[in-house]
């Protein structure tokens, strides 16, 4: 084991890291998810419900998730076998692992079909169609787009491409090179597009609807979607970050880098928010309208501006990267574990993994069109797999990790790892572990299944 141990890759630099975990916790969540579910959880209440989720419950997770990885030094399911030996608990925490591998490949499967929405924007938007559109027009065209099948299938088909050729180059070589870059613009382009979005006349309206709270609007429904998309945004509770923090030197502060990283995160999220919603309003859209939001209301923007199909062509290859990065992340312990246990070449594992993932996804796909009747529990395959997904299986999978590091872990090693001193900062990271973390998410769940 030792030997695997220290053969394992690590990044280049504490630098590296952030970028990459960066790039995997900003993406389609950010950008496409947050917006459209606080639209439709009614606004402000969900935005704070989610800010206090990020705080008490997913940064905490962060910090444990990425010390577990650190200290096992392997995919996640290795890692937590190794690390419950080491603490003489079951070796049944392996299955934390397995239900993060599970949970990325089916948060990929429909990642992928979105991601293709962006990818296909990038083409579209240039199109004459765009110039001076109005929200009816947007809606229209969005609803043809989502319609087709065929549209449908083969953009996932290419964005499900692009992540295999990314994850089959490894570690050092795709990941890194693809975050370093990219995130710093994509950021740029938020402020643009926020800047844009402050003289069109709605922005007033926009910010209330973020930022005020009215608390007799939120649904136990919308505090499970804010909860399980403060987990889906930070990308926890399914391993990447375990297999990010399985590859971070252990000199490196793993709670400093994990605030910076759930900080960028969050003002990416609220960017965005902050670049829709006086949109929505200025040109009488529906807050509520779902999964179509973004992609309904930016190519407005994009159509007045001066040379808009440049910047909303440009905005669409940065939100194609931003899911890239993310849609690694979400592979990567599938394809860890293949490597490690099957002794696939790294080649091998991404191929066998995107192509299982391929397939499952083509049913989200068509869940917009020919099967948008097929229903269970009331939901389309891409809703189920989302709710499954993002408000059971993260949420459940982020519990396990807290639980773990608080619980099962011995205290010598958590605070050795951590490294933070002797101040109030570990004693506060350990309430917030074991009761806080936990305690919080059995609450939510409560609520949300009327328990409560
Ligand atoms: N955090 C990513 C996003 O916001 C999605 C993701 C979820 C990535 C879970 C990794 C793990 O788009």
Not at 11 to 37: D, E
Not at 111 to 133: E, Q, R
Not at 134 to 157: L, V, Y
Not at 316 to 325: D, N
Request: hydrophobic share 55%.
């Amino acid at each position: 084991m030792t030997d695997q141990r220290l053969l394992h890759a690590q990044w280049s630099s504490r630098t590296a890291f952030i970028l990459a975990a960066s790039g995997s916790a900003i993406g389609l969540g950010n950008i496409w998810k947050f917006p459209y579910l606080a639209g439709e959880f009614g606004g402000g209440a969900f935005v704070v419900t989610y800010l206090l989720c990020v705080a008490l419950i997913g940064v905490p997770i962060m910090i444990a998730e990425t010390l577990l990885g650190r200290r096992g030094r392997q995919s996640p399911i290795n890692t937590m076998l190794t690390l419950a030996e080491e603490a003489k608990a079951s070796p049944y925490w392996r299955y934390t692992g397995w239900l993060g591998v599970a949970a990325g490949f089916l948060i990929l499967s429909y990642y992928s079909v979105i991601a293709g929405w962006a990818m296909a924007y990038i083409f579209k938007i240039n199109s004459a169609l765009f110039v001076n559109i109005d929200a009816e027009q947007t809606g229209r065209f969005f609803e043809a787009f989502k319609s087709s099948p065929e549209f449908q299938s083969i953009w996932h088909t290419l964005f499900m491409i692009a992540t295999v050729a990314i994850v089959s180059r490894g570690v050092s070589g795709g990941l890194e090179r693809a975050s370093r870059y990219l995130m710093p613009a994509l950021f740029a382009m938020l402020v643009a597009l926020d800047v844009y979005a402050m003289n069109s006349g709605g922005f007033g309206r926009g910010f209330a609807f973020l930022f005020y709270p009215d608390f007799d609007k939120l649904t136990g429904e919308g505090v499970l979607a804010a909860m399980g998309q403060a987990f889906f945004s930070l990308g926890l509770g399914m391993g990447s970050i375990m297999v990010y923090g399985s590859y971070l030197p252990s000199h490196v502060s793993i709670a400093r880098s994990s605030l910076f990283v759930a900080s960028a995160d969050t003002v990416v999220a609220l960017m965005a928010g902050l670049a829709i919603f006086p949109l929505v309003f200025a040109h009488g859209l529906e807050p509520g309208m779902g999964p179509g939001l973004i992609f309904q209301t930016l190519p407005i923007a994009f159509g007045q501006m001066p040379a808009g199909w440049l910047f909303g062509m440009v905005f669409f290859v940065l939100v194609f990267f931003a899911a890239i990065t993310s849609a690694v992340a979400l592979i990567e312990p599938a394809v860890a574990w293949l490597s490690e246990n099957l002794g696939l070449s790294r080649k091998q594992a991404s191929l066998y993994a995107g192509a299982a993932c391929w397939f499952i996804g083509l049913g989200s796909a068509f869940s917009f069109n020919i099967w948008s009747e097929v229903k269970l529990f009331g939901k389309t395959v891409f809703e189920l797999v989302d709710f499954l997904t993002a408000n059971l299986m993260l949420p459940l999978g982020g519990v396990l990790v807290a639980l773990f590091a608080g619980w099962v872990m011995k205290r010598e090693i958590s605070e050795a790892e951590l490294e933070l001193g002797e101040g109030r900062a570990y004693p506060a990271w350990r309430v917030l572990i074991r009761y806080v973390a936990p305690l919080g998410v059995l609450m939510v769940f409560l609520d949300a299944f009327g328990v409560l």
